[in-house]
């Protein structure tokens, strides 16, 4: 267990004060440097004329069909359409556009495998044109609607490594209007399992394996294990890593060279001039309480909303090299790698492995190597190379940055100065751009392609234009500077979801019910004197471990699952690099003895049902948890033991032993960890 920090987000949430910082100014972007006052007026027009200001965007898009109405409710809100009665395709967007254009010969992709040679020089890179990517997709597109006949609307579940194979196979599944579900390839089995079932898919796309820290990790074997839960009719294998001993089950499962080894090199498929609302990919998150939702989300407004975020947020220029370093296995990936960089025909990086292998300063040499200029990252990545130190970063030239997002989760405004300073030579643009799975692109963030406000070190910045998000009390009013309320967005937005793959009544109960008429994201912030936003964490029962989300029922649910386990409660505790860790406190059934063996037993037995992310940092044995009369487990009260903070009201508390005990347990753990 790492050592306890306070300087992380723990200082956010204590409710002291906040860290609202100076300005930050600098001379590389002074003439796109404008004041905040200045901006909110840039601001109030976008939203007095919100449909035309839309609309305007969208029209830079190339639609077979345009639209008829720009946003409407239908039936009824929150279900809100947009751009409806127009058609379109994302795949055209993203690659026939260039292939056609002057762009085909530009580099779209350049991808780096994970494994390198004794020198540090990586084995494996590949290069891909906008034309190479063309011509892929079609052929992928073809394989997928000739030899397996998916349709318009058929599920395909995607269980790939970051290889370019991923982005290729979402690309050609929007091609011909198939419904893309991307599983996260560090999810175990069972997740994957119930994601199948879930989205009802036809086909799952995998991989032989993949390479991670210098391991191999074989992915057909847990697809298979996923396979015996959820069947699908067909699977497709991609040879990464050449593994002669996997397992195929004919006639269901394909070699991928099989299924491709007749496609022509020049196969067409044309494009499915699919409607603006229909959807293009459900993507799970986890929530407050069940199973993980499929977020769905549309074609049009989703284009629209990441059309407009490159060129706003990343400034994105034909000659710049875009590097957003999420996996596409998260919603991240989704918009800001496989369809982001595309639809604006920008050349970007891709990279297969972990961060820091073989060494420390392997994003370093990449960003080096390929001169990277936008930098997309994470608050957790910046602190684990904070922590190896600026050693690693010094022996590379990364003076190619010239703007920098992080993404994920709060950035303490120590991070943000340390990356400022030693990835940004102080002088690139530099914000933390807040949105979730559920808005599909990013929605509060400093906009250096349009103007830019000053920066401040951790700060989320004002919302865009033509985005009304605002920080609201209990009772939906917006709140005074300086006071913690909740994260609300008050009127649709592009991107933003369709709904809950099969659950229309979560959908209006998880978002829009707390606060009517406003999306409600889950998430506590404030704002300062100059409306920029803070958005400081959930509010809710989910976690952000290195930025993963993740819920604490979905953890709860697979310790309670372990044969020893009769109770269990999950909450997070600050973290110095992942910025959230989970904790365990577990009841054992009648006889079982607690210890440090059957600790490591349940720890693994969570990486095995949910991932090797949603590993508890700690497990705590304890006879009772603390729980109201009605039997609700109070993870408040746990959150407090373990942050050393007031308790706050216990009148419903039903045993003040309980929290006696959680304490106990809390006193020893850091006791141990100072002896160490
Ligand atoms: C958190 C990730 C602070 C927030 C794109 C949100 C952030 C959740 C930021 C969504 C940021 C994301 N500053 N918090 N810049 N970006 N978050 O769905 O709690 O994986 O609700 O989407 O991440 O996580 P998700």
């Not at 063996?597 to 991932?611: C, N, Q, Y």
């Amino acid at each position: 267990m790492e050592k306890l920090n306070t300087n992380t987000i723990a200082y956010y949430m204590a409710e002291k004060e906040l860290p609202f910082g100076e300005y930050i100014m600098n001379k590389t972007w002074k003439d796109r440097e404008i004041d905040i006052k200045t901006y909110w007026e840039i601001h109030r027009k976008s939203l007095e004329n919100f449909e035309e200001f839309w609309s305007s965007i969208a029209k830079e898009l190339e639609w077979f069909k345009p639209w008829d109405t720009i946003v409407t409710a239908d039936p009824a809100p929150p279900f809100y359409k947009w751009f409806v009665g127009g058609r379109l395709n994302l795949s055209y967007l993203a690659v026939d556009k260039h292939a056609k254009g002057w762009r085909k010969n530009k580099l779209a992709l350049i991808w780096e495998g994970e494994p390198v040679d004794g020198a540090g020089k990586p084995l494996e890179t590949r290069k891909l044109t906008y034309y190479d990517l063309y011509r892929e997709v079609n052929r992928v597109a073809y394989m997928l609607k000739h030899k397996f006949g998916i349709r318009k609307g058929d599920r395909i579940t995607i269980y790939l490594p970051m290889i370019p194979e991923l982005p290729i196979t979402m690309l050609a599944a929007w091609r011909i209007g198939a419904i893309t579900s991307v599983v996260f390839s560090g999810f175990s089995a069972d997740a994957l399992a119930e994601r199948i079932a879930d989205a009802g898919a036809r086909m799952l796309i995998t991989a032989d394996g993949f390479w991670r820290r210098g391991k191999v990790v074989r992915l057909k074997d847990i697809a298979d294990q996923a396979l015996e839960k959820a069947g699908v009719e067909k699977v497709v294998v991609y040879r990464r890593l050449g593994l002669d001993d996997v397992k195929m089950s004919p006639p269901r499962d394909h070699w991928w060279d099989d299924a491709m080894g007749d496609v022509p090199l020049n196969a067409y498929v044309e494009p499915e001039q699919v409607e603006s609302e229909h959807p293009s990919y459900i993507l799970y998150t986890s929530g407050t309480t069940g199973k993980p939702k499929g977020i769905v989300h549309d074609t049009g407004g989703w284009a629209v909303h990441v059309y407009a975020t490159m060129k706003w947020v990343f400034d994105i220029k034909d000659t710049d090299v875009f590097w957003c370093t999420a996996d596409i296995g998260w919603v991240t990936g989704h918009s800001y790698v496989v369809l982001g960089p595309t639809i604006v025909g920008a050349t970007q990086v891709m990279y297969e492995g972990a961060p820091d292998y073989p060494q420390p300063d392997r994003w370093w040499s990449i960003i080096e190597r390929y001169g990277v200029s936008v930098f997309y990252t994470s608050p957790t990545a910046i602190r684990m190379f904070m922590r190896y130190g600026e050693e690693w970063v010094r022996r590379h030239d990364l003076s190619s940055i010239r703007l920098m997002h992080s993404v994920g989760e709060p950035i303490n405004p120590e991070a943000w100065r340390w990356a400022y300073k030693n990835l940004g030579r102080e002088e690139v643009a530099f914000g933390s751009t807040w949105w979730m799975t559920e808005t599909g692109g990013i929605v509060i963030s400093h906009a250096p392609g349009f103007y830019l406000v000053p920066m401040k070190a951790g700060t989320n910045g004002p919302p865009l234009p033509g985005f009304e998000a605002d920080v609201v009390d209990e009772e939906g009013r917006p709140v005074a500077p300086g006071v913690r309320g909740y994260l609300v967005i008050k009127r649709p937005w592009p991107g933003m979801l369709h709904g809950i793959w099969g659950d229309p009544d979560r959908y209006i109960k998880t978002y829009w019910s707390k606060f009517p008429g406003m999306f409600y994201a889950g998430d506590y912030a404030v704002k300062d004197g100059d409306g920029y936003i803070w958005v400081l964490g959930r509010a809710d029962e989910v976690l952000k471990v290195a930025g993963h989300r993740l819920g604490t029922y979905e953890l709860e649910s697979a310790l309670i699952e372990h044969p020893a386990v009769a109770e269990a409660a999950v909450i997070g505790i600050p973290d110095e690099v992942k910025g959230e860790a989970p904790i365990a406190y577990v009841v054992l059934k009648q006889g079982v003895q607690p210890g440090e063996a059957l600790a490591k037993e349940l720890r693994d037995h969570v990486r095995k049902t949910i991932g090797p992310i949603a590993e508890p940092a700690h497990i705590f044995f304890v006879t009772k948890l603390p729980k109201t009369r009605s039997g609700k487990i109070m993870r408040r009260l746990l959150r407090a033991v373990a942050m050393n903070a007031p308790l706050g009201d216990v009148t419903t508390l039903e045993d003040e032993a309980s929290v006696e005990e959680a304490k106990k347990a809390y006193e020893e753990l850091r006791a141990e960890i100072e002896r160490k």
